[in-house]
């Protein structure tokens, strides 16, 4: 079979709410894109996915931008603000929101490999790890942030920008009125 169909499917059996979002899709074709992985799916009447035809038409289609796999890892909601849809709106949304709220049962997995206490001590540090990454990462980014702001200027500050703005508009003002003078000035001569 298909390896994404496969993943999807299992987490979609482990969440049975979603086969039930996808059913009244069935029949529809969607293709989903986090470059440089791509996958073209069938919804079935179960509303699990298989592979499609290779000559299937897309009914809609969810693209990724390759810069959001950092954010789809640590903030999946944030993520998918950056998703483009295409084609039947209501079909990439509706796959788009299972997407999004389906939950893997890590766990569930791990037992059937580890048993249930190693399981649960396992998926219970991965989720400190997962934690302290995203507060380092938070923290990183602060400090990079706050370095190109105040000690190497690279970056623009707000009231900065608002002050420029500001002054542009009274630039354009200023030239406006100096061109309706010139205007006058040559009428008058």
Do not use: C
Not at 13 to 18: E, R, S, T, V, Y
Not at 70 to 82: D, F, I, T
Not at 172 to 189: I, N, P
């Amino acid at each position: 079979m298909n390896p994404a169909a496969d993943i999807l499917n299992h987490l979609l059996l482990q969440n049975p709410w979603a086969q039930d979002a996808l059913r009244p899709y069935a029949g529809n074709v969607v293709g989903l894109a986090l470059p440089p992985l791509q996958a073209t799916l069938f919804i079935l009447d179960s509303g699990l996915f298989a592979p499609a035809a290779d000559n299937a038409v897309e009914d809609a289609s969810i693209h990724m931008p390759f810069s959001a796999l950092p954010r789809l890892l640590l903030q999946p909601q944030e993520a998918a603000s950056l998703a483009e849809l295409q084609g039947d709106t209501e079909l990439a949304s509706a796959v788009g929101k299972v997407l999004r709220q389906m939950r893997w049962d890590a766990e569930e997995d791990l037992s059937r490999i580890v048993g249930d206490i190693p399981a649960h001590q396992l998926t219970q540090a991965g989720a400190r790890i997962k934690n302290e990454l995203g507060r380092q990462a938070l923290s990183l980014a602060g400090m990079f942030s706050e370095y190109w702001l105040e000690e190497q200027p690279l970056i623009a500050k707000r009231r900065h920008l608002e002050q420029f703005a500001k002054e542009v508009d009274a630039l354009r003002d200023d030239v406006e009125r100096l061109e309706k003078r010139t205007a006058r000035l040559e009428q008058s001569s």
